[in-house]
């Protein structure tokens, strides 16, 4: 069981919009600590794709953004294009944990 | 350009330990903590702990402490992890990864994977 909680899975059709949810709690999310997400595409290594709660690393396009309320956050990821479809992560600190906590991950599939 | 170059796939036995490492180039190595996470097969991802390269000063998740050791060689720009007293379920790949600025937790560059496998 993940400290932090996403939906197993979304989809969508090509060039719709799919958001992404993130429930933690008071001693994570709630307390304040950024929230960053990852994606993950079959068989390779985990991308940064928004950091600190919206912020975006170069060459990540502007259909991606992140946004943080209370203990929870969210990635939306609009224009969907076939090349989404993957593992979307979560990440924040957990102050009762001490330490950094994944999501579960939620499978992406553009249908 | 900057690469994190894990070593290749191990097998061991259970109660045996198994050290992975990750060479790192491109980038001030003692610039930025060394972050391990793991996945085992089809499960999500889970943070195992960082290293200071200055200090040396670790960090381990809970779940983790007595068993793993991390620790860095910035002489050679390597990372290292070691997990002890191996269990079936520590069969998973695991990853090296750079926080992106100094003590902070997202994660912007990571190795391409070990996959340990832990079997009888």
């Known amino acids: 069981q993940s400290v932090l909680t996403q939906p197993p899975s979304v989809s969508g059709a090509p060039g719709q919009t799919v958001t992404i949810s993130c429930t933690g709690s008071?001693?994570?999310?709630?307390?304040?600590?950024?929230v960053h997400w990852y994606q993950q595409p079959p068989g390779t290594a985990p991308k940064l794709l928004i950091y600190?709660?919206?912020d975006r690393p170069s060459g990540v396009p502007d259909r991606f953004s992140g946004s943080k309320s209370g203990t929870s956050a969210s990635l939306a990821i609009s224009g969907l294009q076939a090349e989404d479809e993957a593992d979307y992560y979560c990440?924040?600190?957990?102050?009762?944990?001490?330490?950094?906590?994944f999501g579960g991950g939620t499978k992406l599939t553009v249908l | 350009q900057l690469q994190l170059v894990q070593s290749g796939p191990e097998v061991k036995k259970p109660g045996a330990s198994v050290k992975v490492s990750c060479k790192a180039s491109?980038?001030?190595?003692?610039?930025?903590?060394m972050h391990w996470v793991r996945q085992a097969p089809g499960q999500g991802l889970e943070w195992m702990g960082r290293?200071?390269?200055?200090?040396?000063?670790?960090n381990y998740a809970q779940k983790f402490k007595g068993r793993v050791t991390m620790t860095m060689d910035t002489s050679i720009t390597t990372a290292y992890m070691e997990l002890s007293r191996l269990r079936s379920d520590d069969t998973a790949v695991y990853y090296c990864?750079?926080?992106?600025?100094?003590?902070?937790?997202?994660?912007?560059?990571w190795g391409q994977g070990t996959l340990v496998t832990v079997s009888s």
């Open positions: 990864a750079r926080d992106k600025e100094w003590g902070g937790y997202p994660l912007d560059y």
């Open positions: 491109g980038y001030s190595f003692t610039g930025h903590y």
């Open positions: 290293v200071n390269p200055h200090t040396g000063v670790t």
């Open positions: 008071s001693s994570n999310i709630g307390a304040g600590y950024d």
């Open positions: 600190t709660n919206y």
């Open positions: 990440q924040s600190y957990d102050r009762n944990l001490s330490g950094s906590v």
